[in-house]
């Protein structure tokens, strides 16, 4: 089963790389991008009998090592 | 002092840790690579070295936290023995919930490469007490993650406990942003465990021990160390 799952910075948690990366896209006269924030996103194949068992199985892989939860959230999509 | 030093892949100043404790207390550490599962008898101190472990692939000292070796580190912690967590270790222990919060890219995304004033806020701890509470020293600085971040309960709870033991300063000792080199909350560089037996620090004692190098101030850190478990003995 394939799965994804997203890694982003908790609101409020100063994200540097983005805002570098905002300064970079503003440089290049990209119009319109008011603010960006830098994540992390997994591809990651599991086997498991259902979606269900697939999520329990990626929620403990983020709870354990794909985030740090005093600074990050974490979203998974099973079948995606 | 029976000091274990553990070995990551991708650690480095491991060997210098090792210098600055055989010259503080006359006895070679030992080396203890990450996939064993055991310290050696009778450990008084672990220190988990500066490097760049697993590439600081994930986070900084995400996937080291994880390695079998820190099962036994942090069973010897909850027994109450000292743990010197320096720079990548400092990650580590973070990331290992040895101690709290969390060190983030620099705010002005450099890699930081200096020396730098810190104040010892304490020198009633066993990493600390042969220097003067109060007194500003002079360290070693060598990290791109050094920004010291924690939600405001745990901020005020280190600040509560008396649990920051080095602080960011100028050479006068003043704290500020000017003398904050990565943008860590209330210029904090150093933290110790609630029990006070673990100390993570992102500067470098382990780099200054040696005229040649351009000061002694680490030493006092080992010195400390070795008189500690010289009185536990």
Redesign the interface.
């Known amino acids: 089963m394939k799965a994804r799952i997203l890694v982003t910075l908790k609101t409020g948690v100063l994200d540097p790389q983005g805002k570098a990366i905002e300064g970079a896209l503003r440089s290049l006269g990209v119009d319109g991008v008011e603010s960006v924030r830098q994540g992390k996103l997994f591809e990651v194949d599991v086997q498991a009998p259902d979606a269900g068992a697939a999520e329990a199985t990626l929620r403990a892989a983020c709870e354990r090592l794909l985030a740090n939860t005093v600074i990050e959230t974490y979203r998974i999509e099973v079948g995606a | 002092m029976r000091a274990a030093v553990i070995v990551f892949p991708g650690s480095n100043r491991e060997r210098d840790a090792g210098r600055a404790l055989k010259r503080a207390s006359g006895r070679e550490p030992t080396y203890v690579w990450h996939t064993q599962t055991e310290l050696p008898d009778a450990t008084d101190l672990v220190v988990l070295p500066g490097g760049f472990s697993y590439g600081d692939y ?2 900084c000292g ?2 080291a936290a ?1 390695s079998p070796v820190m099962e036994a580190v942090r069973r010897h912690a909850t027994q109450g023995g000292l743990v010197l967590a320096i720079c990548n270790g400092f990650q580590i222990a973070c ?1 290992a919930g040895l101690l ?3 060190l ?6 450099r890699f930081v490469c200096r020396f730098q004033p810190l104040r010892v806020e304490r020198a009633d701890t066993p990493f600390t007490s042969a220097y003067a509470g109060g007194q500003v020293i002079t360290l070693a600085l060598a990290h791109g993650e050094g ?1 010291y ?3 405001d309960d745990t901020i005020a709870r280190l600040e509560g406990e008396g649990r920051v033991a080095l602080r960011y300063c100028d050479a006068d000792g003043r704290s500020g942003s000017a003398a904050d080199p990565n ?1 860590s909350t209330n210029a904090i560089a150093g933290i110790l465990s609630q029990n006070g037996r673990v100390l993570g620090l992102m500067p470098h004692p382990e780099n200054l021990i040696d005229p040649l190098v351009g000061g002694t101030d680490g030493l006092a850190l080992f010195e400390s160390l070795a008189a500690s478990t010289r009185v536990a003995a």
């Open positions: 994930l986070r995400a996937i994880r990331e709290p919060g969390v983030v890219r620099n705010a002005a995304m920004n971040r924690a939600d943008g």
